[in-house]
């Protein structure tokens, strides 16, 4: 589904993606953890062509999304993606977040598109704040929308970039259960976290970035219990 | 004392139908000011635009014609800016009264051109001011959405922007109504000059400057006092 080669990424001296490549298939979850500055966040935003690489290609559902000719927007249609920052609209009210790229896109009716958002938000126990403006809500309601509000338009794919981290504590549950009931569903997702639990829990794949290229990747269980990368016992041996 | 006054109200606004020039001079101070501010704001929503896109374009390496054409052309608005902001107004004026507009018959539309070219500068300012006070994390969101860039700015960007643009608008439009003081130097009567006029024939100048004077400040201080409801409605749908 991504298929990812020999992946660049420079910001002005600093190489932060020293050339990775990657493969994620249809339904599998990809965790992506790393100590801070290890390139896993802009490993995440390329894939969506928010950070332009500076070298590498980056295979999409068979589009080259690295070439000038790709149609950019009507890609990321298909990925979802989730912020640190929520980034939810603060001028429009939750239904009008979730309504506004599916009505902009033509994808639907405008009854359609309010009919589909209501029962997203019915899911997530949200209904009654499908009038309000963002600023009331909580932390984790609003990263809750904003993950329906991605899922609204459909993806094949849906990306997170640390969902979790610019979350209160008691507020971290809810947003993690509801990506485990997205995994349950058998949604394609790569996340970048610093939730070891969760990663090992919901990725069907673990990746270990260190300076901007991929030291270890494997299957959770083996990922968390047997590490081979010295950097990344060292990681571990500070975060669990 | 009250007949006095009466004797210069009388010799200033009605002996010789002075309150005729008077008249002239508000009408030609208001023709400028609005027509100007008018040129002043598309020429900065354009500025301001342009700048935006190609800084986007050079943030992202387009290299494509049109990207080209997009930063050449902003590199002509920088220029201007500059030029416009590091020149006097009355300058200006001149140049384009006496040089680049000379054979033109009608003086008070020379004045709306010199006055809108140098209102569209600072307008630019304004305009890119309220831009760049949105978080960029919206601008993501909007393009991760799938929506283009302009689409991104239409219905993202700008909607938030407006609440730091608009007030500084007015007091933009403010500040070209003072200014518009100084066209009785290309000999245009306006306001400013109608008073220096009358004061010429009635050797008065208590009364016509100070009445002048009033008009002005009654101007701009219910034009203030409007700007500043507009702030306060703007800042309450902040709160919802």
Redesign the interface.
């Known amino acids: 589904m991504i298929d990812i080669k020999d992946l660049k990424k420079d910001f002005g001296n600093l190489q932060v993606l020293k050339g990775i490549d990657l493969h994620i298939d249809k339904g599998e979850r990809v965790v992506i953890i790393g100590p801070s500055g290890s390139g896993k966040s802009t490993l995440l935003r390329c894939m969506n062509m928010l950070e332009v690489p500076t070298g590498g290609k980056i295979i999409f559902e068979g589009t080259d999304l690295t070439d000038k000719k790709t149609d950019l927007d009507s890609v990321r249609c298909k990925m979802g993606m989730v912020f640190q920052q929520f980034n939810l609209f603060p001028h429009k009210t939750i239904l009008e977040n979730m309504t506004l790229a599916p009505l902009y896109h033509k994808m639907m009716s405008e009854a359609d598109a309010k009919a589909k958002a209501m029962d997203l938000l019915t899911r997530i126990g949200l209904a009654d704040k499908a009038d309000v403006y963002p600023s009331t809500l909580s932390g984790g309601q609003k990263q809750r929308v904003a993950i329906v509000r991605a899922l609204a338009m459909d993806p094949d794919v849906m990306l997170f970039d640390e969902p979790t981290s610019a979350l209160d504590p008691e507020m971290v549950g809810e947003v993690l259960e509801l990506i485990r009931e997205l995994a349950k569903t058998g949604m394609t997702m790569a996340i970048v976290t610093h939730e070891m639990g969760f990663a090992k829990e919901v990725g069907t794949r673990v990746i270990f970035m260190d300076e901007g290229v991929i030291a270890e990747e494997n299957e959770p269980k083996e990922f968390f219990e047997n590490p081979q990368n010295p950097r990344l016992q060292d990681f571990l041996s500070k975060v669990l | 004392m009250f007949e006095s006054l009466k004797q210069g109200f009388i010799k200033t606004f009605i002996r010789d139908n002075r309150y005729k020039v008077f008249l002239e001079g508000f009408k030609n101070t208001m023709i400028i000011t609005i027509v100007a501010a008018l040129i002043g704001v598309v020429l900065g929503v354009i500025v301001s635009f342009v700048h935006s896109l190609a800084e986007n374009a050079r943030?992202?390496?387009?290299d494509?014609f049109g990207a080209k054409c997009l930063m050449a052309l902003d590199k002509l608005c920088s220029a201007y800016v500059a030029v416009v902001r590091g020149t006097p107004l009355a300058i200006q004026l001149m140049i384009m009264t006496f040089i680049v507009m000379s054979g033109f018959p009608n003086k008070v539309l020379v004045c709306c051109i010199a006055f809108g070219i140098n209102s569209g500068a600072y307008v630019s300012e304004v305009i890119r001011g309220g831009i760049g006070s949105v978080?960029y994390?919206?601008t993501?969101?909007?393009?991760?959405?799938?929506?283009?860039q302009i689409?991104t700015l239409r219905?993202?960007v700008l909607?938030?922007a407006i609440k730091n643009i608009l007030p500084a608008l007015c007091n933009e439009a403010i500040a070209v109504l003072k200014e518009t003081s100084i066209v009785g130097m290309v000999a245009v009567v306006d306001l400013t000059r109608a008073g220096d006029l009358v004061r010429s024939r009635t050797m008065s100048p208590y009364f016509t400057l100070i009445s002048v004077a009033i008009v002005y400040f009654v101007l701009v201080f219910g034009l203030t006092k409007a700007v500043g409801r507009l702030e306060r409605r703007l800042a309450q749908?902040?709160?919802?």
């Open positions: 943030d992202k390496h387009q494509s978080d994390g919206q993501e969101a909007g393009r991760s959405l799938g929506l283009s689409g219905l993202i909607p938030q749908s902040d709160r919802h």
